[in-house]
């Protein structure tokens, strides 16, 4: 079955960028689709949006279009998420997941987490 | 944007008994909703997809029911290990997809 390893814990300072990598194994990589979820500290889980690898296509959260963007390397099975313009809010967890089938956009599974710490 | 709706926000329920967790959504996502579970520390997982399908591997103590814009998580006999927030999900309308704010469960 798949399994999805993310990439260390970064320490950002406001108006920096940070890029987070989820290094997918275990099943064909253009089979499905990833969405990266953040839960900011003792708080909810936010959908930012998802990667089609197999189209290079992906879709946003309008909150996010502009400042974050969504990618996928189909030759080492990654997927990236880069948000631009770092602030203290966007300090969180930033899971990466692999999707249903289709347009089903539940996740199962998750990646371990990266926590992304925005401070000055 | 569909706004998703849980309650109650703290439940307390002792070992061995019935756990009922609610989730609303503002208007119809017909089928396409999903339950996860967070312990401390750990990354959400999937528990229930399409309202009442159970996920690989998850116990058949839980289930879940509803259509439209109620559903609802039963957990029939609480076990100490289900003590974790509890998160409803959309995507029936998206982008965005939308989660609920979430349902702590402990034991009384």
């Known amino acids: 079955q798949v399994q999805l390893v993310q990439s260390g814990a970064e320490v950002k300072k406001p108006g920096s960028s940070v890029k987070v990598s989820c290094k997918a194994s275990?099943?064909?990589?253009?089979?499905?689709?990833i969405s990266w979820v953040r839960q900011a500290p003792g708080q909810g889980l936010e959908w930012m949006g998802r990667i089609i690898p197999s189209l290079d296509i992906a879709n946003y959260a309008q909150k996010f279009q502009g400042r974050v963007t969504i990618t996928a390397d189909k030759s080492t099975s990654t997927a990236y998420m880069e948000i631009i313009s770092l602030r203290s809010e966007d300090t969180a967890i930033y899971y990466c997941g692999r999707d249903g089938p289709h347009t089903a956009i539940w996740v199962d599974p998750w990646g371990q987490g990266t926590l992304v710490t925005v401070s000055s | 944007e569909i706004v998703m709706t849980q309650s109650p926000a703290t439940l307390s329920v002792s070992a061995g008994e019935r756990a009922t967790l609610s989730c609303r959504a503002s208007q119809t996502v017909a089928y396409n909703l999903a339950w996860y579970q967070q312990k401390p520390g750990q990354a959400p997982r999937l528990l229930i997809y399409?309202?009442?399908a159970r996920a690989t591997g998850i116990p058949a103590r839980f289930s879940g029911s509803g259509s439209g814009t109620e559903f609802t998580l039963t957990i029939s006999s609480l076990q100490s290990e289900d003590v974790a927030v509890y998160y409803c999900q959309q995507y029936n309308n998206w982008p965005p997809v939308t989660f609920g704010q979430g349902t702590k469960v402990e034991i009384k």
């Open positions: 275990g099943d064909t990589f253009n089979k499905y689709t």
């Open positions: 399409d309202a009442s």
